[in-house]
């Protein structure tokens, strides 16, 4: 278990002087992961806001080994890393454990780059893959990723006259990791540090390829002040919107269960992306939006106490 | 050591000698094979390699990229649509300068879905930055696969080494092969610039960068493909000493007193060897000039070599849709622009998707060529060998 104290005490390994928004969830989360690392750490990212807020030459923000390579690619691409390290390691050309990182956005992760980590998962690699989910392509200027949740507005499922913004419902990327029987899998949000942190120790422990889904909210892709960025991302949980919970061992486990859920439009009414959904000719899609998130909440409720 | 062989399985046995840190690739015809039975001897455990078996061609190259940058000698195979679908990372590989090899079995580009030879898979990424050897024949496949590591190596350029498709990826042949202790020693050790798996030393691999750097990067990414051939002369000349097989980057057939040579790639080059003595047994002089590296393009040789000849027929096995005259020819032209007297360099392409070329068909060519000459004068246009 990771404590505060202890974690304060960690080398910052993602420097100050980025590029990115006041309020990015996503550098938080970057923090968060590297300071809970248990190290050598070596990283990889795919094309996308880390990258390019983190990256610029001849500066960057990493005070760890990290390679971008594409856009969607990063898991093959650290399955080529490790496969090196491995075998480098056998020839005792490297001499010590190093683990491994990949951050994706969800654009890498949920859908350019899927097949390359269901690839990676499925071949057994040692590595944590690390989904920075702030639920579009933010870095192209908002555009609707399959993480993009059902009604919000993005530039490419416009919130128009006659379509009420985005039609489908997000992908459960953590169920499709679980599917793959991989080793390990989490969703945690930045909030809950002590949930992150953990999450992050125990996906590194594992002899295998782990995922850990993190929710990270974008002032400027969801539209609220950069202040609420730690609000969004509470109040994800608390409606049970985001659920914080693992998959270890052919387990599941519920790691937080408010103690009253609050109803999901607590969560909607700050961002701008779902403003046309509190329109009154809209109130039948945000009662689809409460039953849906209740449905699969009680999903996951239910796997977590029968284990299915 | 003398062995039967498919070029497949000649290039398979040069990674196998070669004994590289990381292969990552993906099965395609023509090229399954090398993958097919290099993962055996992983399986038997003859070699120390982590074979990681991707779930795509562009995985494959994202790979062994990754493998690269680690500081690890990767090599990959492929062909085609595989080489397509990798197009992307071939630019990233070679901005990187990392010495990966690659071997192809060139073949065709659907539509419509064919699997036999040419080289519009090759010639499709020939802006990628990779240096390009064509192969005669499969002995030259497994010298060459060997050659590049070596090559790749000291440019610390990415390189590709293309067999044609079928034709020498499934035919059996004699090959010569050497002890492996031998290739260890003519390959050396590799010796990476840098290593993402240095933690005591962290970098930042491939940021972003803006128009203030760009340029400069690609700018001495191309120097290095421009230096490249002092290098690869060097190279072939040690593998020519130390085996006794000599494979000069342009080399001429019967071209001493011709006024009229084709120049060719691949294995077409052994057909239009036996199209030239036809052609002398009828007193005509007429020579061939094989050309091996398409990337870098030799324009210092082709100039010295090409420039005195009359008339340069170009045969190219690949269609480049609406180009004036076929890649190769373009690139022969622009090299003999400044040329006085600049030769004719009509344009051909044959052998499309596997359409069988034959020594009468370029004796056939020839007899167009010693046409031209006579009247000084060159069909400016594409002529198509072989197509009804």
């Given at each position: 278990?990771?404590s505060?104290k202890?974690?304060?005490k960690?080398?910052?390994l993602?420097?100050?002087g980025?590029?990115a928004c ?6 938080l989360?970057?923090r ?30 990493w ?5 971008h ?9 650290i399955s080529?890393v490790e496969?090196?390290?491995k075998?480098l ?7 010590q454990d190093?683990?491994?990182?990949a951050?994706?956005?969800d ?8 097949q ?12 944590l893959y690390?989904?920075?989910d ?13 993480a993009?949740?059902f009604g919000?507005h993005?530039?490419?499922?416009p ?11 997000r ?7 679980i599917a ?10 930045i ?9 992050v120790?125990?996906?590194?422990s ?7 889904n ?12 950069s202040?609420?960025t730690?609000?969004?991302s509470?109040?994800a949980v ?13 387990t599941?486990?519920?790691n937080?269960?408010?103690k009253?859920?609050k ?11 779902f403003r046309h959904?509190?329109?009154?000719e ?5 009662d ?7 449905r699969?909440w009680e999903?996951l409720v ?7 | ?13 040069a990674?196998?000698?070669?004994n590289?840190?990381v ?5 395609i015809?023509p ?8 993962s055996?001897?992983?399986a ?10 991707v779930e795509?061609?562009h995985s494959a ?20 649509q ?11 590989a ?5 010495p990966?090899?690659m071997c ?8 419509p879905?064919?699997?036999?030879c ?5 010639v499709?990424?020939?802006?990628a930055?990779w ?7 499969s002995q030259?496949g ?6 590049a590591?070596?090559i790749?190596e000291t ?15 499934h035919c ?15 390959i ?5 610039n840098?290593?993402l ?9 491939s ?5 203030d750097?760009?340029?400069e ?5 191309a120097q290095g493909m421009?230096?490249a ?17 000599n494979y000069?980057?342009l080399e ?5 007193d ?5 120049l060719v ?5 052994g ?14 002089k007429?020579?061939?000039v094989?050309l091996?590296f398409?990337?870098p393009?030799?324009y210092?040789?082709m ?6 000849f ?8 690949v269609e480049?849709?609406n180009?004036y005259v076929?890649?190769?020819a373009?690139e022969v032209?622009?090299?003999?622009y ?15 998707g596997?359409r ?7 004796m056939?060519v ?5 046409a031209?000459?006579?009247k000084g004068?060159m069909?400016?246009?594409?002529t198509y060998?072989?197509?009804r």
């Amino acid at each position: 278990m990771a404590s505060l104290k202890e974690l304060c005490k960690e080398p910052e390994l993602f420097s100050s002087g980025h590029r990115a928004c006041a309020g990015c969830g996503e550098v938080l989360a970057v923090r968060q992961v590297l300071l809970a690392a248990i190290k050598p750490v070596v990283c990889v990212m795919p094309t996308g806001c880390l990258e390019i807020v983190s990256t610029i030459y001849p500066h960057t923000a990493w005070q760890v080994p990290m390679f971008h390579n594409a856009f969607e690619n990063a898991a093959a691409t650290i399955s080529g890393v490790e496969a090196a390290y491995k075998v480098l390691r056998k020839k005792g050309i490297i001499n010590q454990d190093i683990n491994f990182i990949a951050f994706g956005g969800d654009g890498g992760t949920y859908d350019i780059g899927f097949q390359a980590l269901s690839g990676a998962v499925e071949r057994g690699h040692r590595f944590l893959y690390v989904c920075l989910d702030n639920e579009a392509y933010m870095n192209t200027g908002i555009q609707r990723s399959s993480a993009t949740p059902f009604g919000a507005h993005t530039t490419t499922s416009p919130a128009g006259e006659k379509i009420p913004g985005k039609m489908q419902w997000r992908k459960e990327i953590v169920e499709i990791m679980i599917a793959h029987d991989i080793p390990y899998a989490a969703q945690t949000t930045i909030q809950n540090w002590n949930d992150l942190a953990n999450k992050v120790r125990k996906a590194l422990s594992i002899n295998g390829p782990s995922f850990i889904n993190i929710l990270v909210p974008c002032p400027l892709g969801w539209g609220y002040p950069s202040e609420k960025t730690i609000e969004m991302s509470r109040l994800a949980v608390e409606t049970c919107f985001w659920p914080l919970y693992e998959w270890e061992n052919g387990t599941y486990r519920l790691n937080y269960t408010p103690k009253e859920k609050k109803p999901v439009t607590e969560w909607l009414k700050g961002q701008d992306r779902f403003r046309h959904l509190f329109k009154p000719e809209n109130k039948n899609l945000l009662d689809e939006f409460q039953k849906e998130v209740d449905r699969r909440w009680e999903r996951l409720v239910r796997r977590t106490q029968t284990n299915y | 050591m003398i062995v039967a062989k498919t070029g497949n399985e000649a290039m398979a046995y040069a990674m196998k000698q070669i004994n590289p840190d990381v292969v990552a690739a993906y099965p395609i015809t023509p090229s399954t094979e090398i993958v097919q039975i290099f993962s055996s001897f992983v399986a038997d455990g003859l070699v120390d390699t982590e074979y990681v078996a991707v779930e795509s061609e562009h995985s494959a190259m994202s790979a062994c990229i990754g493998a690269a940058v680690a500081g690890a000698r990767a090599m990959t195979a492929t062909a085609s649509q595989g080489l397509a679908l990798m197009h992307e990372m071939l630019f990233i590989a070679s901005g990187l300068r990392l010495p990966i090899v690659m071997c192809v079995a060139s073949r065709s580009l659907s539509s419509p879905l064919n699997i036999h030879c040419d080289h519009s898979d090759s010639v499709a990424s020939r802006d990628a930055g990779w240096i390009q050897i064509f192969c005669e024949n499969s002995q030259e496949g497994y010298d060459s696969v060997i050659q590049a590591v070596k090559i790749a190596e000291t440019c610390y350029l990415p390189v590709m080494v293309a067999i044609d498709g079928f034709i020498l990826s499934h035919c059996m042949d004699r090959i010569e092969v050497l002890e492996d202790e031998q290739v260890q020693k003519f390959i050396g050790k590799l010796k990476p610039n840098y290593s993402l798996l240095d933690v005591k030393n962290p970098i930042t691999v491939s940021p972003a960068c803006l128009p203030d750097s760009y340029f400069e990067h690609k700018r001495a990414q191309a120097q290095g493909m421009n230096d490249a051939l002092p290098i690869i002369e060097k190279v072939i000349a040690d593998f020519a000493q130390a085996f006794g097989r000599n494979y000069p980057v342009l080399e001429g057939y019967r071209t001493d007193d011709a006024e009229v040579v084709v120049l060719v790639m691949g294995s077409t080059v052994g057909t239009a060897r036996i199209a030239v003595d036809e052609m002398r047994l009828k007193g005509e002089k007429v020579g061939m000039v094989k050309l091996r590296f398409f990337r870098p393009l030799v324009y210092q040789r082709m100039k010295e070599r090409l420039g005195r000849f009359k008339v340069v027929g170009v045969l190219d096995r690949v269609e480049s849709v609406n180009s004036y005259v076929s890649p190769l020819a373009t690139e022969v032209r622009a090299c003999l622009y400044d040329v006085n007297p600049c030769p004719l360099v009509p344009s051909y392409v044959y052998g499309l998707g596997g359409r069988e070329i034959t020594p009468d068909d370029i004796m056939a060519v020839f007899d167009e060529l010693l046409a031209m000459n006579k009247k000084g004068k060159m069909k400016d246009e594409v002529t198509y060998v072989g197509v009804r």
